[in-house]
């Protein structure tokens, strides 16, 4: 039998709570899981996350493949709020293949019956964030008529770039924020400003703070605001976090925004260096974050900071309607 045979043995076949077990074995061995911000998901971790995005309704098709009744592949297709609300209907592609089952059809099996069942859904498009150095995902998007779009990289800031540079002036005030009175604010400032340049960028979520990833804010001074001195108005934030992997404890850029109309004076600066004081004084031993390249000279401010740029990626998205190529 030649390999492309054996895919025939394959079935593909909707998830149920029976495929459990098989899709966490699976997810515990992928080996394209996001280096930044899934790299420790442990076994409980994706459980739950699975349960999460299906209650919530996220979830939009899920299929498997399976094969001598294990799992060996499978794909999912997630409608998350985007910053350019329903309309957008771009679902998030989530897919698997056991290493020893790949080049064998599976992937393109659970892609075509993805497609397929979100189609019917009225989705438009579907799309995945995918690093540049992944060759074999890469040729398995262009041959699937997958295009590339904004482009990331992860930026990586060391101790020894630690400097005691002077804080710029601004006029403004920086404080801790105010939960939970002031979720709603923030979340509307954080999804107006993403909204117009990154228009697929992940709306913040009412859930953010109370289940979702804002929810771990239990120390104010890791969340900073700025506002406006004769306004109050919300004028940027910077929240930082730490997580903790085999190397040690490390800091995280989990959002850094200002206005728009304020872009170009030093507040955004200002913001990243007591956000950066914050985490130094956690002890981390070092700082990442995920910059957009061309998109509001975040780049520009991280490599001015002294941030070295690694693993660059892309968004890969492709349309799904009759006829979209
Ligand atoms: C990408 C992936 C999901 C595709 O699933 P799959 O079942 O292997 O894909 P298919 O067999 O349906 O392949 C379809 C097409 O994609 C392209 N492709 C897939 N894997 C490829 C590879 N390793 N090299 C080059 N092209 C590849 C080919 O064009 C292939 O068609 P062909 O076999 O007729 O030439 C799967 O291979 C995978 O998970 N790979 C991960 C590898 C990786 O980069 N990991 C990152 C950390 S090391």
């Given at each position: 039998?030649?390999?492309?045979?054996?895919?025939?043995?394959?079935?593909i076949l909707p998830f149920?709570?029976?495929w459990m077990?098989g899709y966490l074995d699976l997810a515990?061995?992928d080996?394209?899981?996001?280096?930044?911000?899934?790299?420790?998901?442990?076994?409980?971790?994706t459980?739950?996350?699975i349960?999460?995005?299906?209650?919530?309704?996220?979830?939009?098709a899920h299929v498997v493949a399976v094969?001598?009744?294990?799992v060996v592949g499978s794909g999912r297709g997630?409608?998350?709020?985007?910053?350019?609300?329903?309309?957008?209907?771009?679902?998030?592609l989530n897919l698997m293949v056991a290493?020893?089952?790949?080049?064998?059809?599976v992937g393109?099996?659970l892609?075509?019956s993805l497609?397929?069942?979100?189609?019917?859904?009225?989705?438009?498009?579907?799309?995945?964030?995918?690093?540049?150095?992944?060759?074999?995902?890469?040729?398995?998007?262009?041959?699937?008529?997958?295009?590339?779009?904004?482009?990331?990289?992860?930026?990586?800031?060391?101790?020894?770039?630690?400097?005691?540079?002077?804080?710029?002036?601004?006029?403004?005030?920086?404080?801790?924020?105010?939960?939970?009175?002031?979720?709603?604010?923030?979340?509307?400032?954080?999804?107006?400003?993403?909204?117009?340049?990154?228009?697929?960028?992940?709306?913040?979520?009412?859930?953010?703070?109370?289940?979702?990833?804002?929810?771990?804010?239990?120390?104010?001074?890791?969340?900073?605001?700025?506002?406006?001195?004769?306004?109050?108005?919300?004028?940027?934030?910077?929240?930082?976090?730490?997580?903790?992997?085999?190397?040690?404890?490390?800091?995280?850029?989990?959002?850094?925004?200002?206005?728009?109309?304020?872009?170009?004076?030093?507040?955004?600066?200002?913001?990243?260096?007591?956000?950066?004081?914050?985490?130094?004084?956690?002890?981390?031993?070092?700082?990442?974050?995920?910059?957009?390249?061309?998109?509001?000279?975040?780049?520009?401010?991280?490599?001015?900071?002294?941030?070295?740029?690694?693993?660059?990626?892309?968004?890969?998205?492709?349309?799904?309607?009759?006829?979209?190529?």
């Amino acid at each position: 039998m030649s390999p492309r045979d054996s895919s025939k043995a394959v079935e593909i076949l909707p998830f149920s709570d029976d495929w459990m077990e098989g899709y966490l074995d699976l997810a515990e061995n992928d080996d394209s899981r996001d280096p930044l911000y899934h790299k420790n998901f442990s076994r409980e971790d994706t459980k739950r996350q699975i349960l999460w995005q299906a209650s919530r309704g996220a979830t939009r098709a899920h299929v498997v493949a399976v094969q001598d009744g294990k799992v060996v592949g499978s794909g999912r297709g997630l409608l998350i709020s985007t910053c350019a609300g329903d309309e957008s209907r771009i679902a998030t592609l989530n897919l698997m293949v056991a290493r020893e089952h790949r080049r064998k059809g599976v992937g393109s099996l659970l892609l075509d019956s993805l497609c397929t069942d979100l189609r019917r859904q009225g989705l438009k498009g579907i799309q995945l964030g995918m690093l540049e150095e992944w060759t074999p995902w890469i040729r398995f998007l262009e041959k699937h008529g997958f295009k590339s779009y904004n482009r990331t990289a992860d930026a990586v800031l060391k101790p020894a770039k630690q400097t005691s540079v002077e804080l710029p002036e601004i006029d403004a005030i920086i404080r801790p924020v105010r939960l939970p009175e002031e979720r709603g604010v923030i979340t509307g400032f954080m999804n107006s400003e993403r909204e117009e340049e990154l228009p697929w960028a992940c709306a913040i979520i009412p859930e953010f703070w109370t289940t979702g990833p804002g929810s771990e804010i239990t120390d104010p001074k890791g969340f900073l605001v700025a506002e406006d001195k004769k306004t109050g108005e919300v004028i940027g934030v910077a929240w930082g976090s730490t997580f903790t992997d085999e190397s040690g404890t490390h800091g995280m850029i989990e959002e850094l925004d200002v206005a728009k109309g304020l872009l170009k004076t030093p507040l955004r600066r200002r913001l990243m260096l007591q956000i950066l004081d914050w985490l130094w004084s956690k002890g981390v031993k070092d700082v990442q974050t995920r910059v957009h390249i061309g998109f509001k000279h975040e780049e520009d401010l991280y490599r001015e900071i002294g941030f070295e740029f690694l693993r660059p990626a892309a968004l890969w998205r492709k349309s799904i309607t009759a006829g979209g190529g």
